[in-house]
């Protein structure tokens, strides 16, 4: 199991809780399963293509990863949308 | 009293007031540093829509029947097949269509969606998704968007999209299946040899349906002005007279087919209003000749660009309004058909749509 954090409208979008411990091997499976148990929050973080959002970064144990990176049991995984502009 | 419904780089605006006596008064603002690509109120349901397209979490369509300043829904269905090669990049347009509770909008990648139930949830028109040459269609510089729909008024089976740069799509039965409308377009962005109706790149900018005589549409294309009297099979040019036949934005008066509205810009490589002046062309004869009004509106130093959801209209005849705002955050009004403007707000975020009820 890892722990999935999200902030800001994701949160709300998941029934106001900040934390959810889920199972998946990688974030693109971790994700997944985010989604379809929040499923007001489906399309948010993850496009059709299952990629993650381009403005959107996952780290997983702090360090940053895309779909394909693996979960360790008891990993935390940070949702933070990336600070963008100039 | 009118509603302006203004979708913008900033957020949804709703302002209300007379375009016979200058500025409208804000009443709302909703989605607060978003952008609102497209918005519009339903004007059989009073439902109001936004589509907006957060930098971080993509498209989404958000609709209310309530307090517009919060109490928003997410619409479902708004979405891609899942596991395909393409997502789902802006909502461009929503429009009411002929039955009662459906709506359709349109969207980038060329995708039509539609809705039965007064626009709660979507599902994407099959017929158009699935046409052969999608693999071949070439997005325009705003991306591959359906940006115009149609309807034909007491028609629900009759309707016409416009895909730039896929071109006009046609359909008489509902949208199961389409048939393109491009014959007489010339895109004079490629060599004469090189165009072939049915497989040239057509990036159509803007198409209105009379309502009075709905065989008849107009066209603002990619360098040129055109009209067609046979439903969108064929097209013939009407932009002589005009400052520049490029431009984004079209308005018919809903009350007579000969009567259309163009508000032209400079070239694709300078997308100000001609001369530094803010004018709209009006045709009174289908596209014959062309008259500038300007009455009211800024007429030195004003190098506007005006997008192409940001002209719109209500009303009719003698008493239709129009509107438009531009990407300075200035909104300009007529009540009088373009006779006389007024400045109906200024200094509002970039306007991206402007709708009217």
Request: charged share 25%; proline share 7%.
């Amino acid at each position: 199991m890892a722990v999935v954090r999200v902030r800001g409208p994701l949160r709300a979008l998941a029934g106001g809780r900040g934390e959810h411990e889920l199972q998946g091997a990688t974030l693109l499976e971790l994700l997944r399963g985010f989604e379809r148990s929040n499923p007001d929050a489906s399309g948010w973080i993850l496009d059709e293509r299952g990629l993650i959002r381009r403005h959107i970064n996952v780290f997983v144990d702090g360090e940053r990863g895309d779909e394909t990176t693996a979960v360790p049991d008891g990993a935390r995984v940070d949702v933070i949308p990336a600070i963008t502009g100039g | 009293m009118t509603e302006l419904v203004v979708g913008t780089k900033k957020g949804l605006f709703l302002l209300e007031g007379d375009a016979d006596s200058g500025p409208f008064e804000i009443q709302t603002r909703a989605f607060a540093g978003e952008p609102v690509d497209y918005a519009l109120r339903d004007p059989r349901s009073g439902r109001l829509f936004a589509a907006a397209t957060s930098p971080f979490y993509g498209p989404k369509l958000f609709y209310t029947d309530g307090d517009p300043a919060s109490d928003w829904e997410q619409a479902e269905g708004v979405t891609l097949p899942e596991g395909g090669d393409q997502a789902l990049e802006r909502i461009w347009v929503i429009a009411p269509g002929e039955a009662p509770g459906v709506l359709y909008m349109g969207a980038d990648p060329g995708v039509l969606f539609e809705s039965h139930d007064g626009g709660a949830s979507w599902e994407i028109n099959q017929g158009l998704w699935n046409q052969p040459s999608r693999r071949e269609w070439q997005p325009g510089g705003g991306g591959l968007c359906l940006h115009s729909i149609s309807t034909w008024p007491g028609d629900p089976d009759r309707l016409a999209v416009a895909i730039s740069a896929a071109g006009m799509w046609l359909t008489e039965d509902g949208g199961r299946s389409w048939r393109r409308g491009n014959r007489g377009l010339t895109p004079r962005y490629l060599p004469e040899a090189e165009i072939d109706p049915e497989t040239t790149a057509l990036c159509v900018h803007h198409v209105e349906r009379s309502h009075s005589r709905p065989e008849r549409m107009f066209m603002q294309f990619h360098g040129g002005v055109y009209r067609s009297d046979d439903a969108g099979e064929s097209w013939g040019e009407i932009g002589a007279g005009l400052p520049s036949d490029f431009g984004f934005p079209l308005k018919v008066d809903p009350a007579d087919a000969d009567s259309a509205f163009v508000i032209p810009l400079v070239a694709d490589m300078d997308r100000v209003m001609p001369d530094a002046r803010v004018r709209v062309y009006e045709t009174r004869d289908g596209g014959s000749s062309w008259s500038p009004r300007g009455d009211g509106l800024p007429a030195e130093h004003a190098y506007l660009t005006v997008l192409r959801q940001a002209f719109t209209s209500t009303g009719q005849s003698e008493q239709l309004e129009l509107y438009f705002g531009a990407t300075s955050g200035d909104l300009f009004g007529s009540g009088d058909a373009g006779a006389t403007w007024c400045t109906a707000a200024t200094r509002l975020p970039p306007v991206f749509s402007v709708s009217a009820s």
